[in-house]
């Protein structure tokens, strides 16, 4: 079965920094790019950093350029994000997801971040 | 950046009718366009992708339809599981992947 399992958020006050982690089975992890998305209290989807199966290719939103790190590791089944300099607009439901020809073909069941002081 | 808007905003159907969710892109984003559903307090789920495709056991009641910047998704048959919010996603041209801003599904 394939999972993606999310963790690492919480309560950070602006200005802080968090590490987001994916953990990744069921699946060839190292064939699969893969997304962050987020998802504001009551909001949309928003994507948010994008890295290929081989972390050569690494894309960012404008919103977090400069600020959020994204990652892998292959040896882990593990994806990441480290998100520095938060702000309260980063509060957000954290999803990673598996892409297949850039669609999201599945998801994770999200980890909440919540920035505030 | 390609903007996708989604309308209406909320649409209210009895259960076993048909719905019809319409998604604009601002710009042409041929048929690389694709569908979530999200339940409450769910992550998203893939239904279509290729404008038309249906994702890995996605019932029949759902089809995509559309091209270049006009686009509809068909609920043929409400089911009580098919109350939820729909977004639409243009994959075309990128960064950004952008969303709609989500059609909420509601039993009248």
């Known amino acids: 079965e394939v999972q993606l399992v999310e963790s690492g958020g919480g309560l950070v006050q602006p200005g802080g920094s968090l590490r987001l982690s994916c953990a990744a089975s069921?699946?060839?992890?190292?064939?699969?790019?893969m997304n962050w998305v987020r998802q504001a209290p009551g909001k949309g989807l928003e994507w948010v950093s994008y890295?290929?199966?081989?972390?050569?290719?690494?894309y960012y939103a404008n919103s977090v350029k400069g600020r959020f790190t994204i990652s892998r590791d292959s040896a882990k089944n593990s994806l990441y994000l480290q998100m520095n300099r938060l702000r309260d607009e980063d509060t957000a439901v954290y999803y990673c997801?598996?892409?297949?020809?850039?669609?999201?073909?599945?998801w994770g069941q999200g980890t909440l971040v919540t920035v505030s002081s | 950046e390609i903007v996708m808007t989604q309308s209406p905003a909320t649409l209210s159907v009895s259960p076993g009718e048909r719905a019809t969710l319409s998604c604009r892109a601002s710009?042409?984003?041929?048929?690389?366009l694709a569908w979530y559903q999200q339940k409450p307090g769910q992550a998203p789920r893939l239904l279509i992708y290729?404008?038309?495709t249906r994702a890995t056991g996605i019932p029949a009641r759902f089809s995509g339809s559309g091209s270049g910047t006009e686009f509809t998704l068909t609920i043929s048959s409400l089911q009580s599981e098919d109350f939820a919010v729909y977004y639409c996603?243009?994959?075309?041209?990128?960064?950004?992947?952008?969303f709609g801003q989500g059609t909420r599904l509601e039993i009248k």
């Open positions: 996603q243009q994959y075309n041209k990128w960064p950004p992947i952008t």
């Open positions: 710009q042409s984003v041929s048929s690389n």
């Open positions: 890295i290929s199966s081989s972390s050569g290719t690494i």
């Open positions: 069921g699946f060839t992890f190292s064939s699969y790019n």
């Open positions: 290729g404008a038309s």
């Open positions: 997801a598996r892409v297949l020809g850039e669609v999201a073909v599945g």
